[in-house]
T-cell receptor
Framework: DAKTTQPPSMDCAEGRAANLPCNHS???????VYWYRQIHSQGPQYIIH???NNETNEMASLIITEDRKSSTLILPHATLRDTAVYYC?????????????FGQGTELSVKP | NAGVTQTPKFQVLKTGQSMTLQCAQD?????MSWYRQDPGMGLRLIHY???????DQGEVPNGYNVSRSTTEDFPLRLLSAAPSQTSVYFC?????????????FGPGTRLLVL
């Protein structure tokens, strides 16, 4: 079973920041938080990941709470092309590659 | 780099037929895996491999076989297709060592079993 809980859907106005929450209250100390998105049944696309510090890349920012029990993915200026299902996943960064266990994700709709 | 490639893009089978879904990557990744995604659902892990000659089962392995004879290729075989195997199949790969173990996904194969 997925170890994360996400709202099933969210709306966001184009040009505004999209803040997608994720709860992972049973996360272990060696588990990372990963975010992927899937646009219209294409292959999932990696967005960002982190352990305990906040992270930022060209796509998004990841804010992880101090107790690591929840996190927020931030798309700073959402566009229509960001409409997708967003998956929050926790996984161990092991030498075995690490299995990804997908939950239901959040369906983000960016509206004009 | 082509990344992760999958063939065919779409396939229709009759119940009981066999087929092989192909997956290849040119990033020298040790780890490769297969997922299936049913309508409205998240992805579920079928089989995975951490290197040539090594494979293991995921969440839903029944009805599928895999082998890993080279680093680049990780084919998924359906020996006797069933309608319950109608799904979209995704292959993914990543490094197993070093800083980045991010998994990268292929475009998917859509399979319909009649």
């Amino acid at each position: 079973d997925a170890k994360t809980t996400q709202p099933p859907s969210m709306d966001c106005a184009e040009g505004r920041a999209a803040n997608l929450p994720c709860n992972h209250s049973t996360i272990s100390g060696n588990e990372y938080v990963y975010w992927y998105r899937q646009i219209h049944s294409q292959g999932p696309q990696y967005i960002i990941h982190g352990l305990k510090n906040n992270e930022t890349n060209e796509m998004a920012s990841l804010i992880i709470t101090e107790d690591r029990k929840s996190s927020t993915l931030i798309l700073p200026h959402a566009t229509l092309r960001d409409t997708a299902v967003y998956y929050c996943i926790v996984r161990v960064q092991s030498n075995q590659g690490g299995k990804l266990i997908f939950g239901q994700g959040t369906e983000l709709s960016v509206k004009p | 780099n082509a990344g992760v490639t999958q063939t065919p893009k779409f396939q229709v089978l009759k119940t009981g037929q066999s087929m092989t879904l192909q997956c290849a990557q040119d990033m020298n990744h040790e780890y490769m895996s297969w997922y299936r995604q049913d309508p409205g659902m998240g992805l579920r892990l079928i089989h995975y491999s951490v290197g040539a000659g090594i494979t293991d089962q995921g969440e839903v392995p029944n009805g599928y076989n895999v082998s890993r004879s080279t680093t680049e290729d990780f084919p998924l075989r359906l020996l006797s297709a069933a309608p319950s195997q109608t799904s979209v199949y995704f292959c993914a790969s990543s490094f197993t060592s070093g800083k980045s173990k991010t998994q990268y996904f292929g475009p998917g194969t859509r399979l319909l079993v009649l």
